[in-house]
């Protein structure tokens, strides 16, 4: 099914990956004249990026997706390492890269890479060596498009560093939103990239994912400005009757993934939702898909043609 504004809730939500960005008439906009006959939508990708544990995988998918923007969750930046480091908390073992953000830049040069770090803690270095490791969100915005404002904020807790070992849950968490000019379509846009509490109880409502999306509901609320088209995206780590969707609702906010299953085969669990995008306009939608393939991560990336 091809999307055009918000997704039949009987038909999976995606369309062919193929499907190229072919130019058409675009909108008028009080910003400048006419439409404009050589609009060319903008595309928004979303994934959590495991912290690049499928960088084999990730690094030529970065290089043909072609995303105006990308907003990566699960980012590392380690400073002085490069290569392939350890994690550890109670729970997992993970390779990680040791510069995630520096992998990607390297990989969209093109792009300028925004990156705010949630808390940082020990990772262990191809030489077994302990380094100190910062976590976080990465946004990449395409050179083509002019940043107009940046915010970002904590919606869970405060930035932390963990000295001995990285807690299980329960970890600070924050969200960054950009806003750009849309020349081709000659509007604003902003986007918001949040990664959401984990909690090892599961998915579902808790008072501190309530105060999360409320906090979520007031980040957006301060970066948008009237007449913006807004984008929420990332690992949300809810399940879709949350509440968090009435909250953000509230803010005119249209979710597109609802119930759909955004794990990849990496991800062994049985309940398949974590990874949402929301919309201020429905009707500014030309693509929508959860990419299936190639999997890059333990996560599907999420992508909007808008």
């Known amino acids: 099914m091809f999307v055009s504004g918000i997704p039949d809730a009987s038909a999976p939500t995606c369309v062919p990956p193929s499907l190229s960005r072919e130019p058409h008439a675009g909108p008028a906009s009080a910003l400048g004249a006419g439409p404009d006959l050589g609009f060319v939508p903008v595309r928004i990708i979303s994934l959590n990026a495991w912290g690049g544990a499928m960088f084999d995988e990730l690094a030529p998918w970065l290089d043909s997706c072609d995303a105006d923007i990308l907003c990566l969750q699960e980012v590392t930046r380690t400073p002085g390492a490069g290569g392939w480091t ?22 969209l040069p093109r792009h300028l890479g925004l ?17 100190r490791q910062d976590f976080g969100l990465a946004t990449f915005v395409a050179e083509t498009l002019p940043i107009v404002g940046m915010q970002s904020e904590f919606v869970h807790g405060s930035y932390a560093e963990h000295h001995d070992r990285w807690p299980a849950d329960g970890r600070p968490r924050a969200a960054l939103a950009v806003r750009v000019f849309d020349r081709s379509a000659r ?17 579902a409502d808790t008072p501190a994912r309530r105060a999360q999306a409320e906090r979520l509901g007031e980040l957006v609320a301060d970066v948008c400005q009237e007449g913006d088209l807004t984008v929420v ?10 509440e968090t969707f009435r909250i953000l609702a ?10 759909a299953d955004t794990r990849t085969s990496r991800y062994p669990k049985p309940v ?4 949402y995008l929301l ?21 599907r990336a999420l992508t909007l043609d808008i």
């Open 86 to 107: 350890r994690f550890d908390d109670a729970e997992r073992s993970l390779p990680q890269r040791a510069d995630l953000l520096a992998d990607v830049r390297s990989r």
């Open 115 to 131: 990156f705010t770090a949630s808390d940082s803690g020990p990772v262990l270095d191809h030489e077994h060596a302990s380094r």
């Open 187 to 203: 509007r604003f846009v902003t986007i918001v990239n949040l990664h959401g509490l984990r909690d090892a109880q599961g998915k």
């Open 233 to 242: 995206c990332g690992d949300f780590n809810v399940l879709p009757g949350s």
């Open 250 to 259: 509230k803010l005119d906010l249209n979710d597109l993934v609802r119930d």
């Open 272 to 275: 398949r939702h974590a990874s």
């Open 279 to 299: 919309v201020s306009d429905p009707d500014a939608v030309r693509r929508f898909e959860i990419v299936t393939a190639p999997e890059v991560s333990d996560h």
